[in-house]
């Protein structure tokens, strides 16, 4: 016998999986179904939301307007970092932490038994969820139906769906696994699955943020984006918030064919997987950002920060937001971002991004010092010593050959 619960709290995106579940969970688990979705810029998608869940069964739905918590404090301190996975800008990633910190919070104000998410077993969503439900919810139960339920094929949640007079948008030809929030766009699923094929990045219908660099338009257009201790504060000189800048770079990539990824990923639990990735607004702002580090960084600091930079990454994409070494990489990040402010100047085009130009106050860069005309702050002769010593273990090697080799001939003149 299943365990009996008095109240569920579920995380809904009114998407197929959690479409489904509200009457799946009534029928098996005997339940109030409470509905949870996190605003995390899905804009249209949230459209309707309240009348379908109610419709299928949910007791109530809450949306949370999480944006503004979601870019400050989990967007921009991942861009910092310069964060990323495989070149995966980790759109969905950092979005399920914030999300299911919400999921707890209304748990724990309605009293219920357990959360459930859609998530399935194959994925990373899973584990991205379920940590952070255990950072604050110790104990909490935890209902994952696609581990062990019969629905387990997104062609039986639709004939289910259809059984159950479920509304939904999609059919078995059009249900690409996609996840949208105000970074991003990813799409998983169909003819997506076999690296061989061709992503339909020119068919009408399947970019959603922007469109495929080919069909992008002949002009291109330059954005100036000015950074204050690595936060973005405003676009060609209009101060804006960092909600409005992404969205404002949204429109701008968008429109230039800017952030689209094709990859195949290693999934956490083992796989690969393939995906198509829409971040046109992160990518501008990641290239800015790490120009203006070109110059207001030293070189240790740069170099151990790439380091850092992969680490913060797999941590986010492994679902450890809450974790000492995370919070302990941001401070180190933060540290370095001290100096990094400034203006940089990008060309979008056809999907590039072509740097223009990059200032900032706190420049390590002197044209003196490179310049190949003649100067008065670099004395070229100091150079030979410096070799000297740069090279003497080399040269210390060499000697050492030269010994050994003196002795080898010495001892068999057929050496040569």
Known sequence: MKQQYNKVVLAYSGGLDTSVLIPWLKENYGC?????SGDVGQKSELDGLEEKALATGASKLYIADLKKEFV????????KAGASYENYLLGTSFARPIIAKKLVEIAKQEGADAICHGCTGKGNDQVRFELAIQAFALGMDIIAPWRFWELNSREKEIEYA???NIPLKITAETNYSKDKNLWHL?????????????????KEGFLELGVSPIQAKDEPDYVTIHFEEGTPTSINGKEMSCLDIIETLNDLGGQNGIGILDIVENRLVGMKSRGVYETPGGTILYAAHEKLEEITLDKDTAHYKKQVALKFGELVYDGKWYTPLRKALSSFVD?????VTGDVKLQLYKGNIIPQSVTSPYSLYSSGMATFDEDDCYDQADSAGFIHLFGLPLKVRALNDQELFGKAQKHFPSVE
């Open 32 to 36: 109030e179904v409470i509905a949870v």
């Open 72 to 79: 400050e404090d989990y967007i921009i301190p991942s861009m």
């Open 162 to 164: 259809k059984a159950h």
């Open 186 to 202: 990813s799409h998983e699923g169909l003819d997506l699955e076999d690296p061989a094929n061709k992503a339909p990045l020119e």
């Open 335 to 339: 540290e370095t971002q001290k100096t």
